[in-house]
């Protein structure tokens, strides 16, 4: 390894917590830092406290090499040369800008323990303009400390993998000696990360905090786009699937993020579309975004076309029928139920008045804990039975793999509603299934 670098990440939350044992992984020392006591001592004794591919493994290995721990006490970030603030973003309460708390919290509790030189890395997702803010009272309070804006790119269920081997490296740095400085230390903790040629993008504040949110608007309108494009596949007998496949063959378009379904949610699209939006308007230029604000309507629009075809089966009426849902994460591989699309549906269905059972391989536990209202089962056959409808709507690879002809043998009717575009629909036709998916024709 080169140079070990001494670091603290503030923040043990799923970007903090999977940043600091990765940064462990690259040879540094480090220690996390969180108010929450229970997480800290779970991630001390090498427990994932949120389901994440390869995390537990990751946090078991940096852990016993002894360069890496976990603390409450921001006293213990006295010391390290370079501080990562990985705290939340979320959306408020009751507006679409982002609640920015957390994030001056954690800064404000660096000032006491900085030092001239050391460096502060936001990594958090933040409106355009907080890092200079931050960066004024960085400096203010202590005389030589640097900040620099670093965002991160990480996709749940591929945690580990997008910050141990991220797409590209953007640093957003002042443009003056102070701006080497940070750009050398960053090199330093990434050098690791560089030598394998990952690109690099070296810029203002700004420019690095917009990288964030220009992408994840970007992703979120690719998604909406195709979920347009079903709306019309809907209206005209067309197919959504082999549309996606015909565009995404034309490497400008490119077939990914091109799934047509029940749209995107979790804790980072849907929230941060809503804030770069607001922060638009705060900055008089919300007409350059108001495109988002559709892109959003195609999104939610997705959940209620769903709940309104669970009716049309179940001949024009949910009252008192049993339906199956197999799906609450908001994407598969996770246990996040953050705006997750599947529980929304199933909420919306229940309040029309069907029994709904809620199945899910990882995030029942979480579901229950919001949705206590929702009946829940251990197995897609327990929630399935004697179902008069079967709802995919987290395309859990055990859901794709569901044998139709044993399944069918547990429902009352044998009617599966695709809201992924995920099952092999001749398969499940073949079985005797009547097959619905968003826009795609009946099978
Ligand atoms: C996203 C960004 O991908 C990541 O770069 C950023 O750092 C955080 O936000 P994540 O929220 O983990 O990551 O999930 P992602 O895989 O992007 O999926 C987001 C949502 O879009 C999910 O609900 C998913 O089901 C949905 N989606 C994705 C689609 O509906 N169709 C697609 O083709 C792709």
Not at 311 to 340: W, Y
Not at 401 to 410: C, N, R, S
Request: glycine share 8%.
């Amino acid at each position: 390894w080169s140079t070990s670098v001494k670091i603290s990440v503030i923040g043990c939350g799923y970007l903090g917590a999977v940043h600091a044992a990765s940064m462990a992984e690259l040879g540094h020392e480090v220690v996390g830092i969180d108010v929450d006591q229970d997480k800290v001592e779970s991630l001390s004794q090498a427990k994932a406290p949120f389901y994440e591919p390869g995390f537990e493994e990751l946090l078991g290995r940096t852990l016993a090499t002894g360069r890496l721990r976990f603390s409450t006490d921001f006293g213990d970030a006295r010391g390290s040369k370079v501080h990562f603030v990985c705290v939340g973003t979320p959306q408020k309460r009751s507006e679409y800008a982002a609640d920015l708390r957390f994030v001056e919290g954690a800064t404000e509790s660096l000032l006491d323990v900085l030092a001239p030189g050391d460096l502060v890395v936001g990594k958090s997702t933040v409106p355009v303009g907080t890092a200079a803010r931050l960066a004024d009272l960085v400096s203010s309070k202590v005389p030589g400390a640097i900040l620099a804006w670093n965002p991160e790119f990480l996709r749940e269920g591929f945690a580990v993998q997008d910050t141990l081997e991220p797409d590209r490296l953007v640093y957003g740095i002042p443009d003056d000696v102070d701006g080497e400085t940070a750009r050398a230390l960053l090199d330093e903790v990434y050098a690791s990360i560089r030598e394998r040629g990952t690109p690099q993008v070296v810029t203002d504040y700004a420019t690095a905090e917009m990288v964030k949110t220009a992408a994840n608007s970007f992703l979120a309108t690719k998604i909406s786009f195709i979920n347009a494009m079903a709306e019309l596949c809907e209206a005209t007998g067309a197919d959504v699937k082999q549309l996606a496949d015909a565009i995404g063959y034309d490497d400008r378009i490119g077939r990914k993020f091109l799934n047509a379904g029940l749209g995107f949610g979790g804790g980072c699209l849907p929230k941060d579309i809503r804030a770069f939006m607001a922060r638009a308007g705060e900055l008089g230029a919300d007409q350059a975004l108001t495109f988002l604000r559709e892109v959003d309507n195609i999104n939610m629009r997705r959940r209620i076309r769903m709940v309104d075809l669970a009716r049309e089966v179940c001949d024009g009426s949910l009252v008192g029928k049993r339906v199956a849902v197999l799906g609450a994460a908001f994407k598969p591989d996770s246990d996040d139920i953050r705006d997750s699309p599947a529980l929304n549906v199933a909420a919306q269905l229940q309040l029309q008045g069907a029994v709904v059972r809620v199945t899910d391989p990882a995030a029942v536990e979480n579901s229950r804990r919001l949705w206590p209202q929702l009946d829940y089962a251990a197995t897609p056959e327990e929630a399935a039975e004697r179902a008069d409808a079967v709802l995919v709507l987290t395309e859990w690879k055990q859901y794709r793999e569901l044998d139709p002809a044993a399944f069918g043998k547990v429902v009352k009717q044998k009617r599966v509603l695709d809201g992924r575009n995920a099952l092999d629909r001749d398969a499940w036709t073949a079985a005797g299934w009547s097959y619905r998916a968003l826009g795609r024709r009946h099978g």
